[in-house]
């Protein structure tokens, strides 16, 4: 069940058959092997206690405990509910992490790095990437539930899912071709995981589909990505729709003529269908022209845009779908070493955590961790050494040409769905000495 799996020491220490939670509260408790546990704990108990363990510890415990807990862990029901109970109750269960690939170069490997090390590691202490290798280059649509949605950069109509915490992959599926606009999200209501794609054929016509991962996977067409929207004089700012878990959605920015921001276009994935809210507004008397970024924050929907070229201003919408619940948080100001005049003013949060301290990519192309609450900013250290991609400048220099996305580690897995396996799509990438 190790196969691929990410080493970290953020949690949980293994040997001779104990294990060790560094994790605060926690007692010395888990001591089963090739044994059954005592008779003294029943099965309602050791459920619940083990639905209390990071999803990575228990992929690590995989091969060291007892026949009946191996087949707890590995099934799709404990799956989904320590899922739901890292959602709802404990998000210290699924660590968040950033996978990351290279767009101007076609390599094989996905970069991954862990966000709490970002967080909170000194100063000058790196943070490593650990890179995975696949047959060819992929870029990634999505991530969702722990999984990442690869798309194949050579057999273009092929997509597999990967979740790189329990190292398991699909076998390639024919999604029908390279989209324009696209997300991966979870359909909650049914039980389904979906690939939205839209695409422009050379006749100048458009079609768009849903793709249904499944023991037989389903492509239907749907109706047409509104990608231009006339009688608004918008459109869509973005390829990626970005999915917010517990609704069932994808979003897009939608942007007026001049670059700014006038609303949210949702496609809801149960009911395969559009709709759209607003977005923050701006102060009547700021004339210039916004380059905007729409994020996930703390689970919610965020607009990140800069305001009379002297800071940014940040807006979560607490309540999904609701305008008025957009809450504007501490600004971001200006700062020499944010600031590249000869690119856009774009911020691009990342990740946030609850004391306000933002992750976020600045225009200057560094990834900067913002703090919110004094306005001071810090450069973290990340030692892309070991990532395979050699054209490009360690990350702590700047992140150019390189995409990342943002999920959490789970126990979810391709097979839980009915999607046959495949253990060579993605290995833990080994660098040339």
């Known amino acids: 069940m190790t196969r691929g799996s990410i080493p970290d020491d953020d949690d949980t220490v293994a040997r001779k058959g104990k294990v060790v939670t560094t994790t605060e509260g926690w007692p010395e408790l888990l001591r089963c092997t090739t044994t059954k546990p005592p008779p003294i704990l029943l099965d309602e108990l050791i459920e619940e206690i083990l639905l209390r363990i990071p999803a990575s510890s228990l992929v690590r415990l995989g091969n060291s405990v007892c ?33 990351y690939y290279s ?13 709490r090390s970002v967080l909170e590691n000194p100063p000058h202490e790196p943070t490593k990437v650990v890179a995975y290798e696949g047959r060819r280059w992929r870029s990634i649509i999505g991530s969702c539930n722990g999984l990442l949605c690869l798309h194949d950069g050579e057999l273009e109509d092929r997509a597999i899912l990967w979740n790189p915490c329990t190292g398991f992959t699909s076998q390639p599926r024919k999604i029908g071709g390279l989209f324009n606009y696209y997300g991966f999200g979870y359909d909650h209501v049914n039980d389904k995981y979906k690939l939205f794609g839209s695409a422009i054929k050379r006749s100048g016509e458009s079609v768009t589909r849903i793709f ?40 897009w920015l939608l942007l007026d003529c001049r670059g700014s921001f006038v609303a949210v276009l949702s496609l809801d994935l149960v009911k395969e269908t559009y709709s759209q809210f607003s977005a923050p507004k701006r102060k009547s008397g ?30 979560l919408m607490k309540d999904y779908g609701v305008p008025q619940s957009w809450t504007k948080l501490p600004i971001i100001p ?13 911020l691009q949060p990342l990740y946030m955590l609850e004391n306000n301290v933002l992750l976020a990519k600045s225009p200057s192309c560094k990834l900067v961790l913002c703090n919110l609450n004094d306005g001071s900013i810090n450069f973290p250290i990340i030692d892309s050494s070991s990532d395979g991609m050699t054209k490009h400048r360690p990350l702590s220099w700047g992140s150019y040409s390189r995409i990342f996305h943002i999920y959490h580690e789970s126990l979810v897995s391709p097979s839980h769905f ?16």
């Open 103 to 115: 767009t101007n170069y076609p390599y094989p490997t996905i970069g991954i790095f862990s966000v």
């Open 212 to 251: 249904t991962f499944g023991p037989k996977s389903k492509r239907r067409t749907i109706q047409d990505f509104p990608y231009r929207l006339p009688d608004k004089r918008a459109s869509v700012g973005g390829s990626v729709g970005l999915f917010v878990s517990g609704t069932g959605t994808l979003n």
């Open 67 to 99: 026949s009946s807990w191996r087949t707890l862990i590995s099934s799709s029901r404990f799956a989904k509910d320590h899922l739901r109970r890292s959602m709802a109750v404990d998000p210290a269960l699924t660590h968040p992490r950033i996978a």
């Open 286 to 315: 700021d004339a210039f022209p916004v380059f905007t970024h729409l994020s996930i924050l703390r689970g919610c929907l965020a607009v990140c845009y800069e305001t009379k070229k002297t800071h940014w201003t940040l807006w």
């Open 334 to 346: 200006h700062h020499p070493l944010l600031v590249n005049p000869r690119t856009n003013p774009e």
């Open 418 to 433: 009915g999607l046959p396996g495949c253990s060579s799509e993605m290995r833990l990438f080994k660098p040339a000495l």
